[in-house]
């Protein structure tokens, strides 16, 4: 089973042993927020738009970020940067994203497996019933309640985007 699969069955489980209120929708292969929200029929608004931020704090220290915000905005790095007292915010590597989240780069969850990656979501996304994201596939999404991600997921909510 490749390690996409693996995150994507680990999801599944998670969220069934949660009781979770969710659907798959099997779609074509498609990453880019936009494209994808077309194909799943979703807004914008509602769509996770998930990116691996570094932080550095200090010359020596690193935090990595998962930062979540609505597919109609844009990640704000220096939010993301005061928020955490760091002294430069940047997008990590696709490499070192990939490695951080367990999935590849338009397949990233917004749920966080790994203790070095902290969860941030914008409040804006949580406003809506249900969110829509790809599910660790590039040819399969989720439509989560979003009250069941918030209890789930359990991620630190700032305003983190523009």
Do not use: W
């Amino acid at each position: 089973m490749s390690e996409q699969h693996a995150q994507y069955t680990k999801l599944v489980g998670l969220l069934d042993e949660r009781g979770a209120t969710y659907r798959v929708i099997e779609h074509e292969a498609e990453g880019a927020t936009e494209a994808v929200s077309a194909l799943r029929g979703n807004t914008l608004e509602q769509a996770a738009k998930c990116i691996v931020v570094m932080v550095k704090i200090g010359k020596k220290t690193k935090r990595y970020v998962l930062a979540v915000v609505p597919g109609d905005r844009r990640v704000d790095l220096n939010a993301l940067k005061a928020l955490l007292g760091g002294t430069y915010a940047g997008f990590a590597t696709q490499e070192l994203a990939e490695r951080l989240s367990g999935s590849v780069s338009g397949t990233i969850l917004p749920f966080s497996f790994d203790p070095e990656l902290e969860l941030v979501v914008d409040p804006a996304l949580l406003e809506h019933e249900e969110i829509f994201f790809n599910a660790a596939r590039l040819d399969r999404s989720l439509a989560l309640r979003t009250a069941d991600y918030r209890e789930i997921a359990g991620p630190r909510t700032e305003a983190i985007s523009q």
